[in-house]
């Protein structure tokens, strides 16, 4: 399946999935998670932390077969 998406689509997905778990690791440090709601918000986070490596992994294949893609250190580390 990943033969028929953009190494672009790929990086906006990564790039994406990367701000949500940051986002959802903030909101879970926070006070402001409800405490009956807390396993469900962390099996979000664990979601999220899945699809992340799963994109990142197709990332690093694509990287492997385009030798002009950054790597994926620099990726995420990059200002867009």
């Not at 997905?13 to 009956?36: C, G, I, K, W």
């Not at 918000?41 to 899945?50: G, K, N, T, V």
């Amino acid at each position: 399946m990943n033969e028929n998406i953009s190494n672009n689509a790929i990086i906006y997905a990564t790039l994406a999935l990367n701000s949500e778990v940051d986002l959802q690791r903030e909101y879970l440090d926070s006070d402001d998670v409800p405490e009956d709601e807390r396993d469900n918000e962390e099996e979000i986070l664990a979601d999220l932390e899945q699809a992340f490596m799963e994109f990142v992994d197709i990332y690093k294949s694509r990287c492997k077969a385009d030798k002009q893609l950054p790597s994926i250190d620099e990726l995420l580390n990059s200002q867009l």
